[in-house]
């Protein structure tokens, strides 16, 4: 069963957010606290914030819209974890798996990356993005939980060129590749560079697979260079058509260096064998 369903909370409706679900959808209450758990309920304020309801006592207010999004599949699902690699405190690496996607979507974030951080850290912690980082594909990730530390990773993985770090990706690329050793391309009016190895071509199912080392960090930097040569990364529904792939996107960091924002000691991390 699937509700997608948009509510407004008018006056005389109850003003507590399960009280007021109760009301109003056809669910159990169990069902409903389980649903607002795992991040399928969300209000959106007068002037359109919009936010995941969590709490079964959340108060609510008259004029708000409430939004119920339920897939029972979705909810069925085991939540797959990542995997913790080292936690330095002011950041942490973890092994991001298969399946995992970066924040959910409208019908829930429990099986998400981001919801596993937040539930993992107890107390919790700030969480900052690093631009570095391709956090939709796999594989080895960096996550900053103090402004310090991301800051220094940021001038490390400078968008205009990496200063002692380096980033190493393996990609699952469409077609036969034969762009060369180096890719330069412009995204958004700057500059990226990236070297490439292209480890092998396989003609059925007409796919590469490639290794890169992003010089420059741009936003999808790696996935950009590849639709830009004609090698989409497979799985990539952003920046390549008709490009969907069961097991999602053929990405994956797999080797990962830096210094140390903590110790000031090289930190050297990878999945290689």
Known sequence: MEIDAVLEVEAGDPQIAIDFLVANVNLSKSRLKDLMNKGGVWRVSKTGERARIRRAMTDILVGEQIEIFYDDAYLSLRPIGPELIEDLGQYSIWNKPSGLSLSGSDFGDYNSFQRA?????????????????DYEATGIMVVAHTRKAAADLTVQFNPDGYQNAMVHYRCDVQGDYNGGEELTTDIEG????????????????????LDLWPTTGRPYQVRQQCAQAGNPVVGDELFGRSNDDIEGLRMKIIEVSFV??????IQHVSLLK
């Open 117 to 133: 951080l937040e539930l993992h850290f107890q107390p919790t912690r700030d969480i900052y993005w690093l631009q570095a980082f």
């Open 190 to 209: 700057d500059s990226a560079h990236s070297r490439v190895n292209k480890v092998r071509f396989d003609a059925r199912p007409d796919r590469s697979v």
């Open 260 to 265: 140390c924002p903590v110790d000031g000691k």
